[in-house]
């Protein structure tokens, strides 16, 4: 379907150009093809103007939508009904010609929310090799609706960012307003001494992607202290960026026996700050320290009433559990004299069950009251100097869950349910004992797959990917580890992808934790990353099988439906991946990923690297709409 032809003679080539497509509802313009539209009553139309701008692709000789491109496509789906239905239109028009940079279209359904999509066909090509999405869009009847729209490859990657920006590792991202991303800090040297590497110069620099725009700016203000390893919730009702822990170096093995250590004396001392978006400045957050502990990775959780529940973030291992196993809360609200919220005295509320350096967290969904439920998963639970004759109870090992209570900023964490299915303690039934290799996960990925079980009852299901295993209780092997104060590493395992399906309690019944193993992980892995690329699957990519050894952990989809885990065969892109842990990525609202740093190697790299990737987005081929 031929709708604009990139072959004028002024048509600019290369590099970022701009080309306006007006999709106006215009006397005598070439007419869309309606699909799917209801019969039963007139359908009301609208039109739309897409303002494209061209990226390039990462990897080999660089290449723009605007010098391959012969035809756009426009797709618009409903998204009412909380799934996207079939494609409501399809728009076509002549080709373009004399320097004209405009079309004109007819016939697209008007209302919202609309997901609107944009392919681009190279000549004689039947699949899209350029894709641009904007969701939760409102087409006006008999109106013109004006989207800006970014181009990006199909299956593959496309740069994104300043030329000058530094690589970091660990560094933190999160999606603000109108889907813009903020990104934060993050380690830019790596030094060998001795028997360590240094993870040092921390970044104060910060950015903003708008993936709508494609452009890539620095924030106007620095942060107050730079950091790497911290955390940021983005809090809507204020316009702010609440940002948590981080620290100033790491050190690492060089002999690569052992993951990355922190230490509270190089941790941030500002233990928090906040991103004000609207004037672009970072402000300290008053009380420093006073009800904000030091902590590095740790976990946020988001509240109602713009509370937010810092977590985790111990150093591991750890044995002050009456610290680190207590939650921190922030309340966002302040007033006319305060230009940001703080952290709050909490006394003896929201403690964990145990202290959870390392844990993966997941949104489970709301309580019948509408307040917040969240399943926290793995991390550290013991110290280092383990009594190896008292395990944890099994419950305390592998997860918790935390329900908000009505009162605002209040809630408990729970630890009463059964752990069933594959990733329970095995048994050795001949012998009759335990096989004692209960064990925790530590840094999993947690993504949310939905509210219903393969049998489609109630459940809330997650999928759980890598972690270097921990072993909680291991009498025979209690002094053996790679290092005796990291007690009980152990290597990531391919064995450690599992569906989690949260059966919650009711008022007879203990709750259920069910694990079932996912086959096909082609590494165990950590520092990695997981993230949802539209409703039907999750996007593995990057980290490390080895605490020493390079990162060599490509890319692989889950796939939602099928529960099935595709290798990276299957994935043209995964051959062209720039091997990376460490790295941050996320979901952008047009349903790609952002990939952003990271390091080829933990023990002795140069993460300056000409080699690395510092900011690409990858697309996925099944996101292009039937």
Not at 476 to 488: E, H, P, T, V
Request: contains cysteine.
């Amino acid at each position: 379907m031929r709708i604009v032809d990139f072959d004028s003679p002024t048509m600019a080539r290369g590099g970022r150009i701009w080309l306006v497509v007006a999709l106006a509802s215009l006397a005598g313009a070439c007419q869309g093809e309606a699909v799917d539209a209801p019969s039963a009553a007139p359908v009301e139309h609208g039109g739309l103007a897409a303002k494209l701008v061209a990226l390039d692709t990462c990897g080999g000789a660089a290449a723009d939508p605007f010098s391959q491109v012969k035809t756009l496509e426009l797709k618009v789906r409903d998204g009412s009904s909380g799934t996207l239905k079939n494609v409501l239109a399809k728009a076509a028009t002549a080709a373009l010609g004399g320097g004209k940079t405009s079309a004109s279209f007819a016939a697209i359904p008007a209302g919202s929310p609309r997901e609107v999509t944009v392919l681009g066909y190279a000549a004689g090509a039947s699949k899209p090799s350029w894709f641009g999405r904007r969701t939760g869009v409102n087409i006006k009847k008999n109106d013109t609706t004006t989207l800006d729209m970014a181009l990006m490859a199909v299956e593959g990657f496309t740069c994104v960012g300043a030329k000058n920006m530094p690589n970091a590792l660990f560094a933190a991202t999160t999606v603000i307003d109108n889907g813009r991303v903020l990104i934060t800090g993050g380690f830019t040297n790596a030094s060998v001494d001795g028997s360590l590497v240094k993870l040092e110069s921390a970044s104060n620099r910060a950015y903003i992607f708008d993936p709508n725009t494609g452009k890539f700016t620095a924030t106007k203000g620095f942060l107050q202290e730079a950091r790497a390893g911290h955390a940021m919730i983005y809090l809507a009702k204020p316009n702010q960026v609440l940002i948590v822990g981080g620290t100033k170096k790491m050190t690492v093995a060089s002999a690569g026996n052992a993951p990355p250590l922190w230490s509270p004396s190089d941790a941030a001392n500002l233990t928090y700050e906040i991103f004000d978006i609207a004037t672009g400045n970072f402000i300290a957050g008053p009380e420093q320290g006073a009800n904000c502990k030091k902590r590095v990775l740790p976990n946020l959780m988001a509240l109602t009433d713009d509370y937010v529940v810092a977590l985790g973030g111990a150093p591991w291992p750890h044995n002050d559990t009456d610290y680190y196993a207590k939650s921190d809360l922030y309340e966002a609200k302040h007033g006319p004299n305060e230009p940001t919220g703080r952290f709050k005295d909490v006394g003896n509320g929201l403690q964990l069950n145990a202290v959870r350096a390392g844990a993966a967290i997941a949104y489970v969904g709301p309580t019948p009251n509408g307040t917040s439920r969240y399943l926290v998963w793995g991390g550290n639970t013991v110290a280092s100097n383990v009594d190896c004759t008292s395990p944890l109870p099994t419950a305390l090992k592998h997860a918790e869950r935390f329900k908000e209570s009505t009162e605002p900023g209040t809630g408990e964490f729970f630890g009463d349910y059964v752990l069933e299915g594959d990733f329970a303690t095995p048994y050795d039934a001949k012998n009759a004992k335990s096989l004692n290799r209960d064990m925790a996960l530590f840094f999993p990925t947690l993504t949310p797959l939905g509210r219903k079980d393969e049998g489609g009852k109630e459940a809330y299901r997650f999928l759980s990917v890598g972690g270097a295993r921990h072993a909680t209780y291991h009498p025979q092997q209690c002094a053996a580890a790679w290092d005796n104060s990291i007690l009980g590493w152990q290597a990531p395992s391919l064995d450690d992808a599992y569906i989690l399906t949260l059966v919650e309690p009711t008022d007879t019944t203990q709750g259920r934790l069910l694990t079932k193993r996912v086959a096909g992980l082609g590494k165990g892995v950590f520092f990695h990353q997981a993230n949802l690329a539209g409703t039907g699957a999750v996007v593995l990519s990057g980290g490390f099988s080895t605490f020493g050894g390079d990162a060599d952990f490509s890319m692989q989809y889950f796939d939602i439906a099928s529960t099935k885990l595709l290798g990276s065969a299957q994935m043209e892109a995964a051959s062209k991946f720039v091997l990376r842990g460490g790295h941050s990525a996320l979901s952008l609202r047009n349903d790609c990923v952002l990939f952003y740093g990271g390091a080829g190697k933990l023990a002795g790299a140069s993460l300056n690297s000409t080699a690395m990737a510092t900011s690409d987005v990858y697309c996925p081929k099944f996101l292009v709409p039937n």
